[in-house]
């Protein structure tokens, strides 16, 4: 799913890409970005070429639409069985890439995602092929470690919504707080309504709180602590920082707290985040600063980033084109020594060598991009500095 933001981001780098052959030996002018708007059948965000012309690997490039596992096992199948042939997937959501990026591998497939934070798809065996340029969700809990350590907490509470990311964030804190000699004395979940589960951390008078949940959750979760008054000097919570600016301030018809109470039971609250923009501000391998980008972005969406679904996760949708096109780039200079074309690519197991160097040029990935310095771990994953920020 490319949400308004990240698409923005990714249709910028496409439309930089094109003629720049200083640093893009393959010929990129023939790309042609498709919006979910547009006339293509289905209707998935693409880049294929512009005109009838034959472009290398013009045609071998597709996004699928859709944050939605069943919809995308649908149009993965329509993706594989209709020409022409593709050779890198780009999924966003965690849910999507776990489908995907596990299927892939039966078809030579590279899967490179611009915001999938799941700590399940760092599991190499699960998904050999996969990458993102968004890290892992468990990134953040070294530091919120460390927080609990410099302030000498030995118990903490966590509350999480019953999705597959956030189980397995909430395992991997549990290891690290336990060698820490850090207590969950209280875990509590929900699906869709936080209301009892909000309930039993009052009643076990749970202080220190990690909150695990997406944005339309968490304001379910902050009017239930307006409500259970769970909130102020006694009270510290930990959120994840990708939220909309603002998010609490949006008007949502699943609430029944006005704007002031939850501004009011929000206050003070931590957020962990990784650093989704250049901190330096200095030019990478676009020629152009974090804060360039984001101007440009804005005169592309013109919407207040409030307003705008992805708008925080552009920079890393941005990074992931350009990360795709320096191996696309890399690739084709392996395979000419051997005398092979990336044009020779197709799905057949018998026919690595393609994947291979595919796979050897994006595993080491190494350039300073608008959301900052993009380099892979071992698993695929994307390595960043983590922010702490106060609302205050």
Excluded at 328 to 341: D, G, I, P, S, V
Aim: hydrophobic share 35%; net charge positive; charged share 25%.
């Amino acid at each position: 799913m490319w949400v308004k933001g990240e698409q923005d981001g990714g249709r910028t780098a496409v439309r930089e890409l094109r003629g720049n052959r200083q640093v893009i030996a393959i010929p990129w002018e023939g790309f042609e970005w498709i919006s979910d708007e547009g006339p293509l059948k289905p209707r998935i965000p693409c880049v294929e070429p512009r005109a009838a012309r034959t472009v290398p690997l013009s045609d071998r490039f597709c996004l699928p639409f859709q944050c939605d596992p069943g919809k995308s096992t649908k149009y993965l199948y329509e993706l594989l069985y209709s020409e022409p042939m593709k050779i890198v997937l780009m999924p966003g959501c965690s849910g999507v890439s776990t489908l995907v990026a596990e299927a892939a591998r039966m078809w030579n497939l590279i899967v490179l995602s611009y915001g999938s934070s799941s700590p399940a798809l760092s599991n190499r065996q699960r998904f050999p092929t996969f990458f993102r340029t968004h890290p892992s969700a468990t990134l953040h809990n070294p530091t919120r470690v460390k927080l609990f350590k410099r302030w000498g907490w030995t118990k903490i509470a966590t509350i999480q919504q019953t999705t597959e990311v956030f189980t397995s964030t909430l395992d991997d804190l549990e290891e690290r707080v336990k060698e820490a000699r850090i207590e969950i004395s209280v875990r509590q979940s929900f699906l869709t309504d936080p209301g009892v589960a909000v309930k039993n951390l009052k009643r076990q008078d749970a202080r220190i709180i990690v909150g695990l949940f997406y944005e339309t959750e968490a304001r379910k979760v902050f009017c239930e602590v307006y409500k259970e008054k769970l909130y102020g000097k006694k009270y510290v919570w930990f959120l994840i920082g990708w939220y909309a600016d603002n998010w609490f301030k949006i008007q949502d018809n699943n609430i029944n707290c006005t704007v002031q109470q939850m501004t009011e039971a929000v206050e003070g609250h931590l957020t962990t985040e990784i650093l989704m923009v250049n901190p330096t501000n200095s030019r990478g391998i676009s020629k152009m600063t974090s804060q360039e980008f984001l101007e440009k972005l804005q005169t592309i969406i013109k919407k207040s980033p409030e307003e705008t679904g992805g708008y925080q996760e552009a920079p890393l949708a941005y990074d992931a084109i350009w990360a795709l096109a320096l191996a696309l780039n890399k690739t084709a200079q392996e395979l000419e020594k051997k005398q092979m074309r990336l044009e020779q690519f197709n799905y057949r197991s018998q026919n690595r060598d393609i994947t291979d160097e595919l796979y050897k040029a994006m595993n080491s990935s190494s350039f300073d991009g608008v959301s900052g310095h993009v380099v892979f771990d071992a698993s695929g994953s994307r390595m960043a500095w983590t922010m702490v920020e106060q609302l205050q």
